[in-house]
């Protein structure tokens, strides 16, 4: 069963901690997606990546970055965490874009930051 | 903004009725996608239409699309309280990088 694995379900990180979330693929996957959810904000676009090494920002990149240095494996970083990015971050995973868009999702990581 | 927006926020039935969702869109898109959440885990794909199709089933799911108004329905009929769960509908360009999702519809199905 193919499947996008997030490494924590829960989270509780201090304020100006570096907080490192995972998330690898075994779909062979292009694309590489990291979003964070709200209560009536929907899904956000953090970052993305199209290919190793490759990034780009989504909607709302300031105070976290990413790497992405094997396909299968996507990484989210806080640089120094602050409490509004107390959130539920979602990984996703989709093919290039000549083929079907679905995204493939991770089970989410809850993150709190104290 | 939101480029999905999905009506109406919150939706209570009962156990064998049909619940209909909708989305409204502001710009072309070149596809319109249905995922569904349970509480508190990640989104799972249900259907995608393209926007040269009108119309698009899947089992108890029948989803339309009106690219004149910028509008797509998702219905799902005789409904269960598996169902209870959260519906987004999002909306992806020709490039397919800019998936954007609306902020759901929480659906909730009674026994």
């Known amino acids: 069963d193919v499947k996008v694995t997030q490494s924590s379900r829960y989270l509780v990180k201090r304020t100006g901690e570096k907080v490192f979330l995972e998330c690898v693929q075994d779909?062979?996957?292009?694309?590489m997606f990291w979003y964070r959810q709200d209560p009536g904000l929907g899904l956000r676009l953090i970052y993305f990546?199209?290919?190793?090494?490759?990034?780009e920002k989504g909607d709302i990149p300031e105070g976290y970055s990413v790497s992405r240095e094997k396909k299968e494996r996507f990484s989210l970083i806080l640089e120094s965490a602050s409490t509004n990015q107390t959130s539920m971050y979602l990984c996703?995973?989709?093919?290039?874009?000549?083929?079907?868009?679905?995204?493939?999702f991770g089970s989410g990581t809850r993150l709190t930051i104290v | 903004s939101q480029q999905g927006e999905e009506d109406p926020q919150a939706l209570s039935i009962q156990e064998g009725e049909n619940a209909t969702m909708n989305c409204s869109y502001k710009t072309s898109i070149n596809n319109l996608q249905w995922y569904r959440q349970n509480s508190g885990r990640g989104l799972v794909h249900l259907i995608l239409?393209?926007?040269?199709?009108r119309e698009k089933h899947s089992g108890r799911l029948r989803v339309t699309l009106d690219t004149s108004k910028k509008s797509s329905s998702l219905l799902i009929t005789a409904s269960r309280a598996a169902d209870t769960a959260s519906y987004f509908c999002?909306?992806?360009?020709?490039?397919?990088?800019?998936?954007?999702f609306g902020a759901g519809t929480r659906l909730f199905v009674k026994a």
């Open positions: 990546s199209y290919d190793v090494k490759m990034k």
């Open positions: 779909m062979d996957h292009e694309n």
């Open positions: 996703a995973s989709s093919p290039p874009a000549t083929r079907m868009f679905s995204y493939t």
């Open positions: 239409i393209r926007s040269n199709e």
């Open positions: 999002a909306t992806a360009d020709g490039g397919g990088f800019k998936t954007i």
